[in-house]
């Protein structure tokens, strides 16, 4: 998967965002794009949105992501079949919970599996060999790391999202064979992502950013069936 804060008000605020929207017109967009990667990852959390839709397949996942611990609320639609499933990362061991549909055709785990472990937490300790994929994007850095672009990157000018500010970067390169145009938009007063849009051969996946700084508030489950 390759892979958004809100409202400024009163003149002032306006003030300070016309300010730092004309300020970013004398750094580079790999400057931009740098800064806003650096600051973000000095954060200690964020919340973000992301969706996914291709071939009748869609994928929305709500998570909070702490520098230690991170949760992601995932509802998996196929058809007119909907499911969904939880993935904590706590103390370095992820947890999941979720339907046998969602457990069996989005985590990949056999059916007749699936349909026994339904409902139950699972855990998988750093050194399962599942642990990569099914941690990955859920505490601050890997959700950040999501962002990341190839240069070079051309400036696409100010605009408003979410409420914000933004200037707007564009990335254009290869991914698994496939040309990616990515857009990340950055809060012209905060320095921080607001949103990424990357298309792809007819499919689209939008992340957004915010609530930055928040408590996450993750503990792991009294019990769990152990994943090897």
Request: hydrophobic share 45%; with cysteine; net charge positive.
């Amino acid at each position: 998967m390759i892979v958004g804060s809100r409202c400024l008000a009163g003149a002032a605020a306006l003030a300070v965002s016309a300010g730092a929207a004309a300020a970013s017109a004398a750094v580079s967009p790999a400057g931009l794009v740098s800064a806003a990667l650096a600051k973000a990852h000095a954060q200690t959390s964020v919340h973000y949105v992301s969706s996914q839709a291709s071939g009748g397949r869609a994928v929305t996942i709500v998570g909070d992501a702490a520098t230690d611990r991170g949760v992601q609320h995932i509802t998996f639609r196929v058809g007119g079949r909907v499911g969904h499933v939880m993935v904590l990362v706590v103390a370095n061991t992820a947890y999941i919970r979720g339907d046998a549909f969602t457990l069996a055709n989005y985590m990949g785990i056999p059916s007749a599996t699936a349909a026994a472990w339904a409902g139950k937490w699972l855990s998988l300790a750093r050194s399962a060999p599942g642990y990569p994929a099914v941690s990955a994007a859920v505490r601050l850095g890997s959700t950040l790391d999501e962002v990341k672009m190839p240069p070079p990157f051309r400036e696409i000018g100010t605009s408003t999202r979410h409420g914000r500010r933004v200037v707007g970067i564009v990335s254009h390169f290869t991914h698994a064979g496939r040309t990616v145009t990515a857009t990340l938009y950055v809060d012209a007063a905060r320095s921080l992502p607001v949103e990424q849009v990357d298309r792809s051969g007819g499919i689209t996946v939008k992340a957004t950013f915010s609530r930055w700084n928040e408590r996450v508030s993750v503990s792991p489950p009294a019990s769990a069936i152990a994943i090897r």
